[in-house]
T-cell receptor, first 114, second 114 residues
């Protein structure tokens, strides 16, 4: 089945630790995205990538880093510089980054900082 | 300032009735609007897209309208069922740029009672 796979679903981290969230898609989509969702807030864009080896900062990129070395993979690292990392993280993809079209979301990763 | 607002955090209706959800925006010029459904702890799922030159779109029991004069989109679910209970998100895309500029509302939580 085609889709987006995020792992892990739940993750606990101690303060000061970096953690990497995995996102893999087999939809052959060019564009991939990372969003953060907090209670009572809309989805906020962290980073997006329209093509391999290229990515752009979203609205809340500080304290996060990404890579796009392969078309199907777009991992997100939450660094110790992120002051409030506890949140629900969603990865998404679309056929390309410019044309109107739906976003396909993964099932999310819930990160809790202890 | 720019805002996208879904003006009900929660909406409770009786099974069989029509649910109407509202999405208003300020200081945007949307090329299109999208609606997504999100179940608890899951990623959003795309439902409908409506472009700024379209007045109405339908898909089975779902209907979305777009009024650029009122700066508003309405999302209707007819003959609602308890299985329709979920949070519904609207998202708009301003002219220009990529899908990375998709702006999400906070969502409306719909509860359909039997």
């Amino acid at each position: 089945d085609g889709g987006i796979t995020q792992s892990p679903k739940y993750l606990f981290r101690k303060e000061g630790q970096n953690v990497t969230l995995s996102c893999e898609q087999n939809l052959n989509h060019d564009a991939m995205y990372w969003y953060r969702q907090d209670p009572g807030q809309g989805l906020r864009l962290i980073y997006y990538s329209q093509i391999v080896n290229d990515f752009q900062k979203g609205d809340i990129a500080e304290g996060y880093s990404v890579s796009r070395e392969k078309k199907e993979s777009f991992p997100l690292t939450v660094t110790s510089a992120q002051k409030n990392p506890t949140a629900f993280y969603l990865c998404a993809s679309s056929i390309d980054g410019r044309a109107a079209g739906e976003l396909f979301f993964g099932e999310g990763s819930r990160l809790t900082v202890l | 300032s720019q805002k996208i607002e879904q003006n009900s955090e929660a909406l409770n209706i009786q099974e069989g009735k029509t649910a109407t959800l509202t999405c208003n925006y300020t200081n945007y010029s949307p090329a299109y609007l999208q609606w997504y459904r999100q179940d608890p702890g899951r990623g959003p799922v795309f439902l409908l897209l409506i472009r700024e030159n379209e007045k109405e779109k339908r898909k089975e029991r779902l209907k979305v309208t777009f009024d650029t004069t009122l700066k508003q989109s309405l999302f209707h679910i007819t003959a609602s069922q308890p299985a329709d209970s979920a949070t519904y998100l609207c998202a708009l895309k301003n002219y220009g740029g990529s899908q990375g500029n998709l702006i999400f509302g906070k969502g409306t939580k719909l509860s359909v009672k039997p």
